[in-house]
C-alpha cells in the first residue's frame, strides 16, 4: 500500500516505547505526525529525535502529537532513547514505533521495493484531527529532515483548514508578499472594501490580506 493525500490513515494497533496505542483512533480530535527513520544508533537519526523533541512543544501548542518509528525492536528504541539522554541531555518522550517485523512499515508504503535494504526511508506523514492524511514528506536516508520545515507545513495545513487561505512559497517570508496570505474573492466580497480590509489585488486570480484579516 502507498498513502496519497487525503486517504484515510489506516488503522492499526502499535507497540511503542509509551504502550499500545491504537491509529488513528487514539489521536481523534488532534493531528499528529508519523515520522520514520532508517534505525536506531545511527548519526543523522539521532539529530533528527533530538530536533524533533526541542520542537515538541511548540507542536503541541499547534494540538499536533509526535509518533517515531522504525524497524527497530523496543528494546533497541529505549537503549537508544537512554544513550541521546546520557550523551546529548535531551530525553525524548513522544513514542515510538515497535517495527521490527515490519508491518507498520510494508503497510504505510515507507520501504522502498527498489532499496539495498530493507530500513525505512526518512517519511513525514501529517496527519489532521479527522485521522485523513494532509501531507506526505519523504527524505533519502543521507539528509535529515528540516523540523523547521515540518512545523512551517503544519502551520500553513492548519490556517487552510480554518481561514480557508493558501500559504505562498516561503510563507512567512515571501517574496512577493511578506507575511501576508493568499486566498479567493467570495461571491459577496465588496472590491470597494479591499483598502478598509487590507486586501491586495494584483488580478482576479491573485489576491492576498494580512493574516489577521
Sequence with gaps: MKLSLRDKFPEMTV???KGEIHLPEDYH???FILFSHPADFTPVCTTEFVGFQKKKKQFEELGVE????SVDNLESHQKWIQWI???IYV???FPVIDDEKRIVSETLGLIQPNADDTTTVRAVIIVDHNGKVRTILEYPKEIGRSID???RTVKALKLASTKKVFSPANWPHNEIIG????FHRGENDDPALDKERGICCLSDWFIYK???E
Excluded: C, P, R
Excluded at 66 to 69: D, Q, S
Excluded at 179 to 182: A, P, R, S
Design 29 to 31: 480530535g488532534k493531528w
Design 91 to 93: 530525553q525524548i518522550d
Design 85 to 87: 539522554k546520557e550523551n
Design 66 to 69: 509526535l509518533i517515531g518509528l
Design 149 to 151: 520545515e515540518i512545523l
Design 15 to 17: 507497540n511503542t516505547t
Design 179 to 182: 507575511d501576508k496570505v493568499l
Design 210 to 212: 494580512n493574516l489577521e
